[in-house]
């Protein structure tokens, strides 16, 4: 097990993450909107996510330390990263609902075709991204319920 290759592999989401996290901290209004009824409390979120992005890392770290990552796994790895990066970003501090629905929406079918991707090559690679899309999935209802109800 290459231990420098998982290491690097968590260490990208969670410190993009974490950025995006700082960039958008002063324009968060979440506990300001009208909600859905199973909104979850704000606290949550920065929990969930650090748990999501360690995992995303674990599973990319997987196909890596297995010589498994060619320019496909890659390719959707880092959009839909990119594309889950920027989410916050259009929701919290443009206030662009509308287009935050549509953004969840493209970042959840990424994520499935990153989870079909990661799991032809490994199953536990493509199984460790479920909580993700489960995550993404509840979050595109709450992004829309979200524009809806404000």
Do not use: C, E, H
Request: aromatic fraction near 18%; hydrophobic fraction near 60%.
């Amino acid at each position: 097990m290459n231990f420098k290759t998982y290491i690097k592999s968590i260490l990208v989401p969670v410190i993009l993450g974490s950025i995006v996290g700082f960039i958008i901290s002063g324009f968060i209004d979440y506990n300001y909107l009208k909600k859905p009824i199973l909104a979850p409390p704000s606290i949550l979120f920065p929990i969930i996510w650090s748990i999501l992005y360690v995992l995303m890392g674990v599973s990319y770290g997987i196909l890596k330390s297995k010589s498994l990552v060619d320019s496909n796994i890659s390719s959707i790895y880092y959009l839909q990263l990119f594309v889950n990066l920027l989410w916050p970003i259009i929701f919290f501090v443009f206030k662009w609902r509308l287009l935050a629905f549509a953004w969840i929406v493209l970042l959840s079918i990424l994520v499935i075709i990153m989870i079909i991707r990661f799991y032809n090559k490994n199953k536990i690679s493509g199984l460790l991204q479920i909580p993700y899309l489960l995550w993404t999935l509840f979050a595109t209802y709450l992004t829309l319920f979200i524009y809806l109800l404000n």
